[in-house]
T-cell receptor, first 113, second 119 residues
Framework: GENVEQHPSTLSVQEGDSAVIKCTYS??????FPWYKQELGKRPQLIID?????GEKKDQRIAVTLNKTAKHFSLHITETQPEDSAVYFC????????????FGTGTQLKVEL | DAGVTQSPTHLIKTRGQQVTLRCSPI?????VSWYQQVLGQGPQFIFQ???????GRGNFPDRFSARQFPNYSSELNVNALLLGDSALYLC??????????????????FGPGTRLTVL
């Protein structure tokens, strides 16, 4: 089955700096890669997603890049703010999975003042 | 515009008991998926339902079961609770069921979850 690895597990940046979180996946047939942000005690919130027919997608300060050949995708957050502090999860859809998502283990992002 | 709702928010049970968790999807969404999130880990897929039919099942024992109702709401049942079942149970709502094989996966929106503690 699909395996999604996520790095780093914790990331600390200064306010205004950029943050990058990387994920790799194992199933070459995966074609949908969402990113969720989860604040403590709250629901995972979709922040951006990318489908395999594009290599990059941007939404204001957030961007995701996808390299299908290498089977990895990354989340880029620019001009980080304290409210960006949360756990970020990447996910991928395994072959034959319908809406099934396989999630990474999460990255705790801390934006320091 | 209401999002995904789940009830109850918290639940405490003892080993061996049974529990039922409920989910109402976003209005107009017909697909519901259930995930288990153990503390410090990413969500793990349990079930997907669409139009009252099971469309996918994760690697969970038969103690876990679910169903979907004509109004697209869903229930997750867990029998013979174990300590290891303690987790946040998340429901995700999507418009369509997605397709298998090299098909497409629909965007999923999560509810607030039910925190289950098994003592």
């Amino acid at each position: 089955g699909e395996n999604v690895e996520q790095h780093p597990s914790t990331l600390s940046v200064q306010e205004g700096d950029s943050a990058v979180i990387k994920c790799t996946y194992s199933d070459s047939a995966s074609n949908y890669f969402p990113w969720y942000k989860q604040e403590l005690g709250k629901r995972p919130q979709l922040i951006i997603d990318i489908r395999s027919n594009v290599g990059e997608k941007k939404d204001q300060r957030i961007a995701v890049t996808l390299n299908k050949t290498a089977k990895h995708f990354s989340l880029h957050i620019t001009e980080t703010q304290p409210e960006d502090s949360a756990v970020y999860f990447c996910a991928a859809n395994p072959t034959g999975g319908g809406n099934k998502l396989t999630f990474g283990t999460g990255t705790q992002l801390k934006v320091e003042l | 515009d209401a999002g995904v709702t789940q009830s109850p928010t918290h639940l405490i049970k003892t080993r061996g008991q049974q529990v039922t968790l409920r989910c109402s999807p976003i209005s107009g969404h017909k697909s519901v998926s259930w995930y288990q999130q153990v503390l410090g880990q990413g969500p793990q897929f349990i079930f997907q339902y669409y139009e009252k039919e099971e469309r996918g099942r994760g690697n969970f024992p038969d103690r876990f079961s679910a169903r979907q109702f004509p109004n697209y709401s869903s229930e997750l049942n867990v029998n013979a609770l174990l300590l290891g079942d303690s987790a946040l149970y998340l429901c995700a709502s999507s418009l369509s069921p997605g397709t298998s094989g090299r098909g497409s996966t629909d965007t999923q929106y999560f509810g607030p979850g039910t925190r289950l503690t098994v003592l």
